[in-house]
């Protein structure tokens, strides 16, 4: 059997399962499910790696039928196992895997559990269609796919009007980038004529395509790309995607929604290679998102929401990489990132669940003594994001510096300062949740506890990663080599990726600067909120203020864009419902009394009538017949 059959079928036969049947099934049976059918798929990636790993970019295809014939235009459901693909889904699924065990303890008081697991496993079957088709259709389906599921798992506990609000906010603000994408596509058709990979590409490559349209479609697709990988004007929506439960969070940040648009810029390296103004405005919009979540996340005190703006600054990271044509530096982040922030996300669910769901990190304080294993492991991720020497984050945010400071020294020394503010919020998180005084007086310190070890294994299996991670694509100056990732994505591009060839004078002077960077915000950090033992104050004032409110993104957004809308809304429903329809309505009321009562007079029960009537008509009938006879 075709192995992309397996890895795409085992997750949807979970959702099956568990969304018909999982109500009737014991909790430990649809949490088993859930997580076998995943950890399946990731079973069957490994097994088919060797077949992948053969030279000449060996490929696994999977063509199931055709989708729509429209004269030449022909799109099929189709899928490839390639090398950028089979990397992408270790991540989903060995990730996945991970986040569906620790849901199993997490989510085990919840009334929705079987509902829980049969979104998790439709959510993992989406970004598999994603990453897995051959084509922009079937990349598509999988968009919109996650984007359902993202819906659905963000405001799964739907009660909470709050919570409901986000998951709409997050489903519209994602359609607004595949508005984008959708129009790219229909460039894309007009242009080729298809929509398979292997046709637009190779056209592509073959230098045919004016300069003009390879901008406007490169454009529009990293347009979806900002929508679904949360970059400036359209990121407000992962923040508040923290409503959902905190497994829910891992996922969407680590190993599925938001690393789509990374992906589908590194699957179009071609179309974007030859395209120098998207890059640059990539570079640039990446830039912005990396330093203002980075700002915004210094002045968070929910666990969860200064972990989503950590995201959304590494995901500018990510961004950055790409638009100085970096492509395997920006996946080498995806993957290191999907470690720590897996790993970081699934440790602050485990504060959560120890001290009864409280998120507030200002009520925390001292939890390493009862919480060793979730504080160790916690530890290690924050290390990891900070870029501490040796740990996988150093690793590859270090790639992404050399490459930018290659490119362009004013945009390296604004992530040289986003890299620092990292640093910093980073150990503010962890210095407010795990050391000084315990300062929560609504649940006592002695109930506070150690999450059980289905929860504790995750951690300590993303622990490992993110320590060992870097070594996916150690650097040249290690290895006298290029990286392994390097040389497993090169056979795939068309254009070769750029090598920026640096001296080892000035790379072991941008190896210090990194490590600077890294000492420089623990001793800040240290020194405020362990030294100075600081608690954040409830609200902040002047720039504080302002960078605790976010800018004032979300009411800026709320004034122009909802607010028009709904006094619009208003007046419209004024106008139809008061005018239009109330008019219609009582105006035709009258009318229809008359009628009424007039047939309240023709049907009044009286035979004699009706046989009058009848003879009555009979007559009429007769002369309609012999006048038109």
Same mark, same amino acid.
């Given at each position: 059997?075709?192995?992309?059959?397996?890895?795409?079928?085992?997750? #949807?036969?979970g959702?099956?399962?568990?969304?018909?049947?999982?109500?009737?099934?014991?909790?430990?049976?649809?949490?088993?499910?859930?997580?076998?059918?995943?950890?399946?798929?990731?079973?069957?990636?490994?097994?088919?790696?060797?077949?992948?790993?053969?030279?000449?970019?060996?490929?696994?295809?999977?063509?199931?039928?055709?989708?729509?014939?429209?004269?030449?235009?022909?799109?099929?459901?189709?899928?490839? &196992?390639?090398?950028?693909?089979?990397?992408?889904?270790?991540?989903?699924?060995?990730i996945?895997?991970?986040?569906?065990?620790? *849901?199993?303890?997490?989510?085990?008081?919840?009334?929705?559990?079987?509902?829980?697991?049969?979104?998790?496993?439709?959510?993992?079957?989406?970004?598999?269609?994603?990453?897995?088709?051959?084509?922009?259709?079937?990349?598509?389906?999988?968009?919109?796919?996650?984007? #359902?599921?993202?819906?659905? &798992?963000?405001?799964?506990?739907y009660?909470?009007?709050?919570?409901?609000?986000?998951?709409?906010?997050?489903?519209?603000?994602?359609?607004?980038?595949?508005?984008?994408?959708?129009?790219g596509?229909?460039?894309?058709?007009?242009?080729?004529?298809?929509?398979?990979?292997?046709?637009?590409?190779?056209?592509?490559?073959?230098?045919?395509?004016?300069?003009?349209?390879?901008?406007?479609?490169?454009?529009?697709?990293?347009?979806?790309?900002?929508?679904?990988?949360?970059?400036?004007? &359209?990121?407000?929506?992962?923040?508040?995607?923290?409503a959902?439960?905190?497994p829910?969070?891992?996922?969407?940040?680590?190993?599925?929604?938001?690393?789509?648009?990374?992906?589908?810029?590194v699957?179009?390296?071609?179309?974007?290679?030859?395209?120098?103004l998207?890059?640059e405005?990539?570079?640039?919009?990446?830039?912005?998102?990396?330093?203002?979540?980075?700002?915004?996340?210094?002045?968070?005190?929910?666990?969860?929401?200064?972990?989503?703006? *950590?995201?959304?600054s590494?995901?500018?990271?990510?961004?950055?990489?790409?638009?100085?044509?970096?492509?395997?530096?920006?996946?080498?982040?995806?993957?290191?990132?999907?470690?720590?922030?897996?790993?970081?996300?699934?440790?602050?669910?485990?504060?959560?669940?120890?001290?009864?769901?409280?998120?507030?990190?200002?009520?925390?304080?001292?939890?390493?003594?009862?919480?060793?294993?979730?504080?160790?492991?916690?530890?290690?991720?924050?290390?990891?994001?900070?870029?501490?020497?040796?740990?996988?984050?150093?690793?590859s945010?270090?790639?992404?510096?050399?490459?930018?400071?290659?490119?362009? =020294?004013?945009a390296?020394?604004?992530?040289?300062?986003?890299?620092l503010?990292?640093?910093?919020?980073?150990?503010?998180?962890?210095?407010?949740?795990?050391?000084?005084?315990?300062?929560?007086h609504?649940?006592?310190?002695?109930?506070?506890?150690?999450?059980?070890?289905?929860?504790?294994?995750? #951690?300590?299996v993303?622990?490992?990663?993110?320590?060992?991670g870097?070594?996916?694509?150690l650097?040249?100056?290690?290895?006298?080599?290029?990286?392994f990732?390097?040389?497993? &994505?090169?056979?795939l591009?068309?254009i070769p990726?750029s090598?920026?060839?640096?001296?080892?004078?000035?790379?072991?002077?941008?190896?210090?600067?990194?490590?600077?960077?890294f000492?420089?915000?623990?001793?800040?950090?240290r020194?405020?909120?362990?030294?100075?033992?600081?608690?954040?104050?409830?609200?902040?004032?002047?720039?504080g203020?302002?960078?605790?409110?976010?800018?004032?993104?979300?009411?800026?957004?709320? =004034?122009?864009?909802?607010?028009?809308?709904?006094?619009?809304?208003?007046?419209?429903?004024?106008?139809?419902?008061?005018?239009?329809l109330?008019?219609?309505?009582?105006?035709?009321?009258?009318?229809?009394?008359?009628?009424?009562?007039?047939?309240?007079?023709?049907?009044?029960?009286?035979?004699?009538?009706?046989?009058?009537?009848?003879?009555?008509?009979?007559?009429?009938?007769?002369?309609?017949?012999?006048?038109?006879?």
């Amino acid at each position: 059997m075709n192995p992309i059959i397996l890895i795409l079928g085992l997750p #949807l036969l979970g959702f099956i399962i568990n969304g018909v049947l999982g109500n009737k099934l014991p909790k430990i049976v649809v949490g088993a499910i859930g997580t076998a059918a995943v950890l399946g798929a990731f079973v069957i990636a490994i097994l088919n790696w060797s077949i992948i790993s053969q030279p000449e970019n060996n490929t696994i295809n999977l063509d199931l039928f055709t989708f729509l014939q429209i004269d030449q235009l022909s799109l099929k459901v189709a899928f490839q &196992l390639d090398r950028l693909s089979i990397w992408m889904t270790l991540i989903i699924t060995g990730i996945g895997t991970l986040i569906h065990l620790y *849901s199993i303890s997490y989510m085990k008081e919840d009334e929705g559990f079987y509902k829980f697991f049969a979104y998790l496993n439709f959510f993992i079957f989406n970004m598999l269609l994603l990453v897995l088709g051959s084509n922009f259709l079937m990349m598509f389906f999988g968009w919109e796919g996650v984007g #359902l599921c993202s819906y659905l &798992l963000i405001g799964f506990w739907y009660k909470n009007e709050d919570y409901g609000k986000a998951a709409r906010k997050a489903f519209i603000m994602n359609r607004i980038g595949d508005l984008g994408l959708l129009l790219g596509m229909f460039l894309i058709i007009s242009q080729f004529g298809s929509l398979d990979y292997s046709v637009v590409f190779t056209q592509i490559a073959a230098g045919n395509t004016s300069n003009s349209m390879l901008t406007a479609i490169s454009l529009l697709l990293f347009v979806g790309a900002t929508g679904k990988s949360a970059q400036i004007p &359209l990121f407000t929506w992962l923040p508040d995607a923290m409503a959902g439960p905190t497994p829910v969070s891992a996922l969407i940040h680590a190993a599925t929604m938001v690393t789509a648009g990374i992906y589908l810029t590194v699957r179009c390296q071609v179309l974007f290679a030859l395209s120098p103004l998207t890059n640059e405005i990539i570079l640039w919009v990446g830039l912005g998102t990396a330093v203002m979540a980075a700002l915004v996340g210094l002045k968070q005190n929910d666990i969860k929401k200064v972990l989503a703006y *950590s995201t959304v600054s590494q995901l500018g990271f990510m961004f950055v990489a790409l638009g100085t044509g970096a492509y395997t530096t920006a996946l080498f982040h995806v993957t290191t990132h999907a470690f720590f922030k897996a790993l970081l996300f699934l440790g602050a669910g485990s504060v959560i669940h120890g001290m009864h769901h409280e998120q507030d990190i200002r009520h925390m304080g001292g939890l390493k003594s009862k919480m060793p294993l979730t504080h160790l492991t916690f530890l290690i991720g924050t290390l990891a994001i900070s870029g501490f020497p040796l740990l996988s984050g150093f690793f590859s945010k270090d790639e992404i510096l050399t490459a930018v400071f290659m490119h362009n =020294k004013v945009a390296y020394a604004l992530l040289v300062g986003s890299a620092l503010l990292t640093t910093i919020y980073m150990f503010r998180l962890y210095f407010l949740t795990f050391h000084g005084q315990y300062r929560n007086h609504h649940y006592a310190f002695e109930k506070v506890h150690e999450s059980p070890i289905n929860m504790t294994l995750p #951690l300590m299996v993303l622990a490992v990663l993110s320590i060992v991670g870097g070594a996916l694509n150690l650097p040249a100056y290690l290895t006298h080599s290029e990286g392994f990732l390097f040389n497993w &994505l090169k056979p795939l591009f068309m254009i070769p990726q750029s090598i920026h060839e640096i001296d080892h004078s000035t790379e072991y002077v941008l190896i210090g600067i990194a490590v600077l960077i890294f000492v420089t915000g623990f001793l800040i950090a240290r020194n405020i909120f362990v030294t100075k033992a600081t608690i954040p104050a409830e609200t902040s004032t002047g720039l504080g203020g302002l960078l605790q409110n976010k800018f004032y993104v979300d009411e800026f957004y709320h =004034k122009v864009f909802v607010r028009p809308l709904e006094i619009t809304s208003s007046i419209l429903h004024d106008l139809f419902d008061g005018l239009i329809l109330r008019a219609f309505t009582f105006g035709i009321f009258p009318l229809l009394k008359l009628i009424g009562r007039l047939n309240k007079k023709v049907q009044n029960g009286n035979l004699e009538m009706y046989l009058l009537y009848m003879v009555i008509a009979i007559v009429l009938l007769l002369g309609v017949n012999l006048i038109f006879a």
